[in-house]
């Protein structure tokens, strides 16, 4: 006997108590509107109830198969007794019963119909399919079959649906992304990003969360470098052809995409790894290449900056090849492992010397090695007029005699030393060699120089006021005898500058010499990585 036949031939009607009733644990339907079981409580108030609750005897009380929410409402309004039908009815009927009438009744929500529909599904012996339930309900098989996807809601997804954050139409294109997508096209429901809950957002109309989807989630199988139709490639996902997750294969489930797409992004990249393998085994000398301009780490694959993509189209007349339209000695088949293009086989020249494909590339380069040198060669004159103006100022401090009493010449130290900015005191501490070796960034260091002054005798007080006179003229990389301390002191000392910078130059030359072998050194080109896949 059917659920159908079972409830024709239940005919024994009675009024009993309230408190006999108890609810069906397996009914679908869970949640119930609050504001509207007030208003039938209402109703029942004035009218009684007008639809007796259909019910089974079970370990002698009564189970309700159909009517919770006229039994809720009836609590509601303070009824003692209700009217009912009562049922044999077996548990696979009771179910049957609950999913297949009950569930088209009002205020079932749809992620409840989906449970109802798999628990059909999953009953034993009972032979359902989705054009089964579909042809038993009235409904649609597409319509069961959206129902069912709802289920493979994340739990996030979810609550916001059946709290009512979201509409069904934005849980079902939710529903049918891989997991890890979910949480990413569920925050885009929702405008002002700020806000501090769900509630507090505005829904966007689902068509725009469809849009962003199909922009930023589905990926066309239009042109796939790899066969849809093998299996072998990724044998636990088996072929495209038949996959449920193809917008082109499941259009029960897809009927408001129009291209042929495929919706788990981790499944499609992992077939674009095992066919870019296949490649590399069949082609060994096939060359890696990335979208990307620069690759962190030792790698095998070439960035963007190292090749050129070559294509030869037909010639136009009158028209000249650009150089990616022109061939050269050195072309190597190669294959995109990355990016929009990832798994494609296309020819390059990844050979910089090329005169056809990298002529632009080694202007640049060669004005930016010109810049470079540029560059350093005036860092290395600043550095080597600073160095010298540091050697005029220390044989000048050698010959600067005292001649105030010590008292009156710490006075001037004093004041000479905490005139000083940070950064040269900072410098004075590293020449007399107040700098902390173990810290390089010694913040003590501008104090400790501004102190010199309590130890010294009379003659380091004078060389020390003369040393912060002179600091500031020293850190200059220009000269000029109107208003440079270091060369008025210079020349009444008579200190030999002439000499002297001869002399730093030849110093500087030893040590850029001694860099220049170290950068070479370092230079040396490595072995190529050999290319592991995981």
Not at 70 to 99: H, K, T
Not at 506 to 526: F, L, N, S, Y
């Amino acid at each position: 006997m059917s659920a159908t036949e079972a409830v024709k031939s239940s005919k024994e009607y009675l009024t009993i108590p309230i408190v006999d009733l108890t609810e069906s644990s397996t009914n679908p339907r869970k949640v119930f509107d609050e504001e509207r079981l007030e208003e039938l409580a209402g109703s029942i108030r004035s009218k009684g109830v007008l639809s007796p609750l259909l019910v089974r005897r079970i370990n002698g009380h009564f189970e309700i198969v159909t009517g919770a929410r006229r039994y809720r409402a009836a609590q509601r309004a303070g009824l003692d007794e209700i009217p009912v039908r009562i049922g044999a009815f077996s548990d696979e009927e009771a179910l049957e019963i609950q999913i297949i009438e009950n569930i088209q009744r009002a205020d079932v929500h749809p992620f409840e119909e989906a449970q109802g529909f798999r628990a059909l599904l999953d009953r034993e012996g009972a032979d359902y399919s989705i054009e089964k339930i579909a042809a038993k309900t009235g409904k649609a098989a597409s319509f069961i079959a959206k129902r069912l996807k709802l289920l493979d809601l994340t739990q996030p997804a979810a609550d916001a649906f059946t709290a009512g954050h979201i509409g069904v139409e934005h849980a079902l294109l939710i529903a049918k992304l891989a997991p890890e997508m979910q949480e990413k096209a569920l925050s885009h429901c929702f405008d002002g990003y700020f806000a501090a809950n769900d509630s507090e957002r505005s829904l966007v109309p689902a068509s725009r969360l469809q849009a962003w989807i199909e922009q930023n989630v589905y990926l066309s199988l239009k042109s796939v470098p790899f066969s849809k139709e093998d299996e072998r490639l990724l044998p636990e996902a088996g072929s495209c052809a038949n996959c449920p997750k193809r917008t082109g294969f499941n259009t029960l489930l897809f009927s408001e995409v129009k291209d042929d797409s495929c919706s788990d992004a981790g499944c499609f990249n992992r077939k674009l790894d095992a066919h870019i393998t296949q490649r590399i085994e069949k082609m060994p000398n096939l060359v890696l290449i990335s979208e990307k301009y620069t690759i962190a780490g030792e790698t095998p694959i070439i960035p963007r900056r190292n090749y050129v993509e070559v294509v030869t189209p037909k010639a136009r007349k009158g028209k000249e090849a650009r150089p990616e339209q022109r061939l050269c000695d050195h072309l190597k088949p190669a294959i995109y492992a990355d990016g929009m293009e990832k798994g494609r086989l296309v020819k390059v020249c990844a050979d910089r010397t090329c005169k056809v494909h990298f002529r632009e590339q080694q202007q640049q380069d060669k004005q930016r090695l010109q810049f470079k040198a540029e560059k350093t060669a005036a860092n290395r004159k600043a550095k080597q007029t600073i160095s010298f103006r540091h050697r005029v100022m220390a044989d000048v401090l050698k010959r600067v005699k005292p001649q105030f009493g010590t008292e009156e010449m710490r006075m001037v130290a004093c004041f000479a030393l905490r005139s000083l900015s940070h950064e040269l005191a900072c410098r004075l501490a590293k020449r007399h060699g107040l700098q902390n070796p173990k810290d390089p960034r010694d913040y003590q260091m501008a104090e400790k120089a501004r102190t010199l002054y309590k130890k010294a005798d009379a003659a380091g007080l004078a060389v020390l006021i003369f040393e912060a006179m002179l600091l500031s003229s020293a850190e200059r990389t220009t000269e000029s005898k109107d208003d440079d301390a270091l060369s008025i002191a210079a020349s009444l000392f008579k200190i030999d500058t002439k000499a002297l910078r001869t002399s730093v130059a030849k110093e500087e030359q030893v040590k850029a010499r001694k860099k220049a072998q170290r950068t070479a050194g370092k230079e040396k080109p490595k072995p190529r990585a050999k290319l592991t896949r995981k």
